[in-house]
Structure formats: structure tokens, C-alpha cells
């Protein structure tokens, strides 16, 4: 298929769970260094003919009413607005840089300062914009695990500000962060009413039931409106492979409580399911379809998982191995079942591989000094690499590559063959994720080139 651009916005970007960002840049589609894109919109070219469905509408000029008396806001994060005879009801509230633009959006509708906000969970894309729309006697419901969840991000401030500039291919005006220490319990905390299974209020009629759902994070949670027959879903489905392990880094993301969470949405048998991501799927029918092949498709990966860990496979052998059978097959342009099986695999086994040399500090680049000379020297190595660049075996061009600069950090053709691979890898990708760390590894490599 050719080509087709996926323009995410600057505020999906700068999501990254709401880890203390300063100013940024975005990363261009063809270029992704810093600063050479549109700062409104970032692209990335998809071989998949696909639009990832996580985008944001910025021309959005009203709000989408999905049935009466419920309104959203798109972006990366949705901001949804229930209005009810006696005040109305704020889930999710997406982040600071939307937050405004969606309260606008909302407010047309109804600028009543809201009753309640509820946080499907505490990333920065749900969460950003609670101070914009809170109001003095507003009560803000959250799952009490995220408490320790804001605390874990706030500790890791600097961990994640290294790791989202290079994933997102930001440029962060910060102090150096190598040696912050913000502290281990010093985020602050919006929620000021928090629960453990299930809350439930009535406000102008209806009745809303929030209910414990862990999946993307342990604080996720659920809304139902029974009277509505609508269930708001946060993170639990959107369009793509679930990110049950992202590259950025997080604790572990269970799939057995993935699939618990939507058995339990199952059962309610809604007529409409609302996500924080994309569009509301409409229809019974539809949504049972729709959360029974995410389930299905979240328990063959782990269940293939076990099995292999089981008979004594390594996880890079099930990450090749391990392949969603046709009639589960999701789209795979925010999480990946690689991924996840490797998530899977280490969630619960932890990192070590079984191997005793694991054991002992044995730095990467050891055996390559030896490797690489007995191979005839770093040009030697490189040159075996082009040969294989050449006959689009990339993967171990890369590792040669990456050999050759793990012994030799200044190998300016080292640094260019990997550039090459990277830059093509970059092009074909159509996961949004992996294309984010691949134009981080182009910027490594023209920024060693041009030293």
C-alpha cells in the first residue's frame, strides 16, 4: 500500500503522561529532528493505509453530540461533557495545551461549572485539564491507585523527560536532570473523592456508576450510565493493538486484567461505548463485537505467552513466533504484539534470562572488542554491513552497526551505514511508537556524523 500521513498533534505528543515537559519542538515526518516541523502537527508516514484513529481534530469548530445530553470534545485525549437538569458531569479533561480549546467547545453547549469530574486515569492526556474546569464546590472522582500513580510519575520526572524527548523527538528546555530528585511522594493530587471497587452518585436523573476497570494503568476506571445505556471506556479499547508495554517505560500493564476489565464492560450490555481515544461506537451488537476481539486477541498473545515460557522458550523466540490469527488481527499502530509478548514475558518472570552470565556485570560491548577484531577491524565490520544493507537483510546491518559502535563510539561509517538503515526503517513504519525511537536513533546518528 503507499503511503498515507498520520498528523498527530503537538498536544498528543506532549501527552507522555504528563511528566513535566517544558517547551518543545515537534519532530518533522522526513526529518524527524527537533524543531523542523510544524508546531501545530506532527506526522509520521504509515505503510499501512490506515488512519490512526488517536488523532486530533484541531478544525473541531462544536462539539460532537453522541446522544442527547452527552458531548465530546476530540483530541488525543476526548474530553466528554453529560449534561443533566440538575448540573453536569466533566470525563476526562485531556491535556493542558487542549484543555481550553475543548472547555470552549463544551461550554457552547452548556458553561455550567461542572458538578463532578471523573479521571478514567491519571495520565496527563485524561487529567491535564482538571484545574481548567474545576470549579469551588466541584468533586473530582478518581480510582484511589492513582494516588501512588501521580507520586510514580512525579518521582520519575527526569527518567521520563529523557525518555519522552526521545520517543517524541522533542526539544525540552529543562535544568539537567541527572541528578533531580523531586522526592517520592510529592505530586499533587486533584481527586477529592477516591474509591477502591465501585462509587456511585445520582445527578439529574441519572445514574453514574464508576467502577474500578485496571488495564492501561491500575487506576483506570469506568463509567456507566444505565439510563443511557453508555459506558465511557477511557484507555480499555481504541483503534490499534493495545500498548500493554510502551517504550517510554511504565510499570507493568497486566492482560489477564485487561481482559477481566472487559468482561466486566460486557456484561452490561451497553448500547453505546464512548472511548477517551476515537470515535463512540454505536449499537449492541457493535460493541460486543468490538470489546469481545480486543479481549480475544489481548488473551491468545499472553496465553501463547505462558505457553512458551512454559515449554522453556526465550522471549525473542516467541516475539517472532507469537502471530495473531487472522480473525483477531488489530491494527498495530500504537502497540505491538512483539511488544507485548515481551511485556507479558517479563511482567512475570522480571529480567533475568535464565543465562548465569546475566548474572554478573558483564558490559554489552565485552564480547564485541573481540568480536570485532577478529572479524578484521570496525572498517571490516561496516563493510560487511553495507554488503548486507544492500541485500535488504537490515536488521543484521543494524547489528554489525551497532557492534562496530559499541566498541568504537566515533566510527563516522559505522555512524552513516546505521543512519541509512534507521532513515529506511523509519519510512515503512507504521506504528507511531516505533516511529518515534527510530527518528530518535536518525537524530543520534546525524548529530555524531555532523561532530
Not at 115 to 141: C, F, M, N, S
Amino acid at each position: 500500500m503507499g503511503d498515507h500521513i498520520v498528523k498527530i498533534t503537538l498536544a498528543a505528543i506532549l501527552a507522555l503522561s504528563a511528566l513535566g515537559l517544558g517547551s518543545t519542538q515537534a519532530a518533522a515526518q522526513d526529518d524527524p529532528a527537533p524543531g523542523s516541523g510544524d508546531l501545530d502537527t506532527v506526522s509520521i508516514k504509515s505503510a499501512s493505509g490506515d488512519t490512526l484513529s488517536l488523532q486530533q481534530k484541531s478544525t473541531q469548530t462544536e462539539a460532537l453530540k453522541i446522544t442527547d445530553g452527552i458531548y465530546q470534545a476530540t483530541g488525543f485525549g476526548n474530553s466528554f461533557l453529560v449534561v443533566t437538569d440538575e448540573g453536569n458531569v466533566v470525563i476526562d479533561t485531556s491535556l493542558p495545551q487542549n484543555a481550553a480549546g475543548h472547555k470552549k467547545l463544551l461550554d457552547a453547549v452548556s458553561n455550567k461549572v461542572p458538578e463532578y469530574i471523573i479521571a478514567t486515569h491519571a495520565h496527563g492526556d485524561h487529567v491535564g485539564g482538571i484545574p481548567l474546569w474545576r470549579g469551588k464546590d466541584t468533586q473530582v472522582i478518581a480510582q484511589e491507585n492513582s494516588v501512588e500513580f501521580l507520586h510514580y510519575q512525579k518521582r520519575l520526572s527526569g527518567f521520563f523527560a529523557l525518555r519522552n524527548s526521545a520517543q517524541f523527538g522533542l526539544d525540552i528546555a529543562r535544568p539537567d536532570v541527572g541528578d533531580a530528585y523531586p522526592g517520592n511522594f510529592e505530586a499533587d493530587i486533584p481527586a477529592t473523592i477516591l474509591f477502591d471497587d465501585k462509587y456511585e452518585f445520582k445527578l439529574g436523573g441519572l445514574t453514574f456508576v464508576v467502577e474500578s476497570a485496571p488495564a492501561e494503568t491500575l487506576d483506570a476506571l469506568t463509567v456507566w450510565i444505565p439510563e443511557k445505556s453508555t459506558v465511557f471506556v477511557g484507555d480499555l479499547i481504541y483503534e490499534s493493538f493495545p500498548n500493554i508495554y510502551t517504550l517510554r517505560g511504565t510499570k507493568p500493564r497486566w492482560a489477564l486484567d485487561y481482559a477481566q476489565s472487559i468482561d466486566d464492560v460486557l456484561l452490561l450490555n451497553a448500547e453505546i461505548m464512548i472511548p477517551s481515544h476515537g470515535e463512540a461506537i454505536k449499537g449492541t451488537d457493535a460493541v460486543r463485537e468490538a470489546l469481545t476481539k480486543y479481549r480475544d486477541a489481548i488473551l491468545y498473545v499472553h496465553d501463547a505467552t505462558v505457553a512458551g515460557m512454559n515449554a522453556g522458550k526465550d522471549v525473542h523466540s516467541l516475539m517472532e513466533e507469537i502471530k495473531l490469527p487472522p480473525e483477531l488481527a488489530l491494527p498495530e499502530q500504537y502497540g505491538t504484539v512483539k511488544w507485548t509478548v515481551r511485556g507479558i514475558y517479563d511482567g512475570y518472570a522480571g529480567w533475568f534470562d535464565g543465562n548465569p552470565s546475566s548474572i554478573l556485570s558483564i558490559k554489552p560491548n565485552a564480547s564485541n572488542i573481540s568480536l570485532v577484531k577478529m572479524a578484521g577491524g570496525p572498517d571490516a565490520v561496516v563493510t560487511q554491513a553495507e554488503a548486507l544493507f544492500g541485500k535488504g537483510d537490515d536488521l543484521s546491518a543494524l547489528s554489525l552497526a551497532e557492534s562496530v559502535l559499541s566498541v568504537d563510539p566515533k566510527h563516522k561509517p559505522a555512524w552513516a551505514v546505521r543512519l541509512k538503515i534507521l532513515q529506511k526503517l523509519h519510512k515503512a513504519s507504521a506504528n507511531f511508537n516505533e516511529a518515534g525511537w527510530l527518528g530518535y536513533g536518525i537524530r543520534q546518528s546525524k548529530k555524531a556524523l555532523a561532530e
